[in-house]
């Protein structure tokens, strides 16, 4: 039968890899928002396993409800599709708190330089290994990257509202607009080159590097 967790609203992906900082906020949620985190991880975890062992392409959605212990339609009302599984983390409702509750004088690059840098901080000291299968697979598999880059719009809406109460500009102002699409593409960029090569580079240092470039521009003759 399904559980009561049946009834949760669908999550949507996420457009980064940075899903643990919910984990430390969860004092603050609710018992029924607990259980939801917990179940969608449940999936996600079994999802990961069964991609170790047999690969993205020959994992079904059948295995994967067995496998985490829970029916398909529970599964799929927490996550709409398979790659939706590999995408989704809690972090896009953290950032927009964190956001809020940053000083309201502080840059909104500054701001996000100090939210992003947290959530990868914790992403790889606790998830580390779902942290890079997440990126290789990204990396790897066209339908990930393809429904990767719808998510980004996603998370833009969500991130354009918050922009907007601090900045006193309307949602759809085309700057806000182009500041948030800017800030997650250039994220999303960063974990796929970070994959591409190896996982070998410090991903913190990546993303330093990456705010560097927003901020200031692109050099002539960069190294």
């Keep these: 039968m399904p559980d009561n967790d049946d009834m949760a609203a669908t999550s949507r992906p996420s457009a980064t890899p940075l899903g643990t900082l919910a984990q430390s906020l ?3 949620l609710s018992l029924r928002e ?35 212990e829970v029916s398909q339609s529970t599964v799929f009302r927490y996550f709409p599709t398979k790659e939706d599984i590999v995408l989704t983390d809690e972090f896009d409702p953290v950032m927009v708190e964190l956001m809020r509750a940053r000083p309201a004088a502080e840059p909104p690059l500054e701001s996000l330089r100090h939210v992003i840098t947290e959530g990868v901080r914790l992403s790889l000291l606790h998830d580390r290994a779902e942290t890079l299968q997440r990126t290789r697979l990204i990396a790897e598999v066209p339908a990930l990257r393809a429904r990767m880059m719808e998510s980004v719009a996603d998370t833009s809406r969500l991130l354009c509202e918050v922009l907007a109460q601090r900045t006193g500009r309307p949602e759809v102002d ?6 948030a699409m800017a800030v997650l593409g250039a994220l999303h960029e960063t974990t796929v080159y970070w994959a591409e090569r190896g996982h070998r580079d410090d ?3 990546l993303i330093a590097r990456t705010m560097t470039t927003l901020d200031t521009g692109l050099p002539l003759g960069g190294s």
């Design 203 to 205: 991903l913190l240092e």
């Design 26 to 28: 969860q004092p603050q």
């Design 34 to 68: 607990r259980k939801k985190i917990k179940t969608r991880t449940a999936i996600r975890r079994a999802t990961y396993a069964l991609i170790t062992e047999q690969g993205y392409e020959a994992t079904t959605v059948e295995q994967i409800a067995e496998a985490a």
């Design 174 to 179: 085309l700057e806000v607009r182009v500041f």
